[in-house]
T-cell receptor, first 114, second 113 residues
Framework: AQSVTQPDIHITVSEGASLELRCNYS??????LFWYVQSPGQGLQLLLK??????LVQGIKGFEAEFKRSQSSFNLRKPSVHWSDAAEYFC????????????FGQGTTLQVKP | NAGVTQTPKFQVLKTGQSMTLQCAQD?????MSWYRQDPGMGLRLIHY???????DQGEVPNGYNVSRSTTEDFPLRLLSAAPSQTSVYFC????????????FGPGTRLTVT
């Protein structure tokens, strides 16, 4: 079955430190992959997406993610975290069937220490 | 473009009551979905639609009903509300033309007492 897993439920980093949020997927074919961010009490905002081509994708707010087929991973990275990055982050994937459905990971809550 | 709109923003129901959460999009997207968000469980798909007149069940469909008579609208009906349906509900739309990127509405926070 198709699935998306975020192994880390909660991560704390210091402001200015680098960040990597993990995401693993289980799909038969190359999926469309997404990272969304949700600030407290807010809706979901797309950070970046991958569907083909260059495996390193750039997103908004200085985030990037790398698609690694051999590891079935799509980890999100940022070189220097800002206090405003504190939020919940969701990885999601869409399979090859034409349904428009996304499967979401459980989410990772990022806390930023001053 | 208003994007995806949802009403109401907040709702309190008593157990056994029914109601409809409204969702509309003005981007001519063929796909629409309803998700519920609960702490520690991410977003779970309730129902989805691949076009007007076509709907299907997602991961957690029990207690909910949907219909899609037009491309723009995708209402979610709670048939007989239960406390387990207390959640935040998000409607989303997407298109194959935009690589299935989901555009989300602002959400409806529902409490069932």
């Amino acid at each position: 079955a198709q699935s998306v897993t975020q192994p880390d439920i909660h991560i704390t980093v210091s402001e200015g430190a680098s960040l990597e949020l993990r995401c693993n997927y289980s799909y038969g074919a190359t999926p469309y992959l997404f990272w969304y961010v949700q600030s407290p009490g807010q809706g979901l905002q797309l950070l970046l997406k991958y569907f083909s081509g260059d495996t390193l994708v750039q997103g908004i707010k200085g985030f990037e993610a790398e698609f690694k087929r051999s590891q079935s991973s799509f980890n999100l990275r940022k070189p220097s975290v800002h206090w405003s990055d504190a939020a919940e982050y969701f990885c999601a994937g869409h399979g090859s069937s034409n349904t428009g459905k996304l499967i979401f990971g459980q989410g990772t809550t990022l806390q930023v220490k001053p | 473009n208003a994007g995806v709109t949802q009403t109401p923003k907040f709702q309190v129901l008593k157990t056994g009551q029914s109601m409809t959460l409204q969702c509309a999009q003005d981007m001519n997207h063929e796909y629409m979905s309803w998700y519920r968000q609960d702490p520690g469980m991410g977003l779970r798909l309730i129902h989805y639609s691949v076009g007007a007149g076509i709907t299907d069940q997602g991961e957690v469909p029990n207690g909910y009903n949907v219909s899609r008579s037009t491309t723009e609208d995708f209402p979610l009906r709670l048939l007989s509300a239960a406390p387990s349906q207390t959640s935040v509900y998000f409607c989303a739309s997407s298109s194959s033309d935009s690589s299935y990127e989901q555009y989300f509405g602002p959400g409806t926070r529902l409490t069932v007492t």
